[in-house]
């Protein structure tokens, strides 16, 4: 079963996919997430190397895609090789796990990543629908998390905070102009994600929302209930 987690940056993902992770665990569930996917820490030309040989489990319209896709968002050499690093994670994982009794529970999946598309409209968004309709595993479950704008962004800040401690580096606070830019383009992310996962939902795609502004524990609560109940 695979079950990708949707929401804008803030929303809580990463958070709630690796706690769902523990829950399901604890159940005797073996699961599988984008944060622990390597057991132990890997350098950066490992990652480089696994990702450039598990190229093949691409397919020609993925490797489009993500051609648009980053030709057009301009984030550098660097960022776009960490992209697709993720990108092939989650690949190998739904060839690998697909047929196994393992949860695929996945932050940053394809609606996360390809809802970028139409929103910067570069690709309309029946097109990214279609296209991920059919990367999806027939047993896959989309989980909206809904938050405002406004709480994703003060999360968002948050975590820059603390990432900065950690690097002993000071904090860099925005302008007007730079605050507005951010409202706007969590906004059309948002829209993005809401209008591609609504398609999806009428293809027959299992949707479920959650509200982001709950703590994690009750979501965790709700979710496990409901995956016991799809995996029996």
Known sequence: MYVEFVGISGSGK?????????????????????EVFFKTKKSK????MWTVFRLPYLNGLSIKMLFILYANR????????RALHEHMKLCYSLSV????????????????????????????AGAVADFIFKQLLQS????????????????RFQREVYLRSLSNRQMS???????????????????AQHDIVAMLDKKGVSVFTVDGTLPVEENVA???????????
Request: with cysteine; aromatic share 8%.
């Open 14 to 34: 990463t958070s709630l996919a690796e706690s769902l992770k523990e829950s399901l665990r604890a159940s005797g569930i073996s699961c599988v997430t984008r």
């Open 45 to 48: 030309l490992f990652k480089l």
């Open 74 to 81: 301009k984030i550098g050499f660097k960022r776009v090789v």
């Open 97 to 124: 796990y697909s047929n196994s009794s393992s949860v695929i529970l996945w932050d940053g999946g394809f609606v996360q990543r390809f809802a970028n598309l139409s929103a910067m409209g570069l690709v309309s």
């Open 140 to 155: 896959t479950m989309l989980v909206f998390i809904d938050v405002p704008i406004d709480i994703a962004i003060q999360r």
């Open 173 to 191: 606070y925005k302008s007007s102009d730079q605050k507005q830019r951010e409202v706007e383009y969590l906004t059309q992310a948002r829209q």
């Open 222 to 232: 709700i979710l496990h209930q409901v995956m016991q109940a799809k995996l029996l």
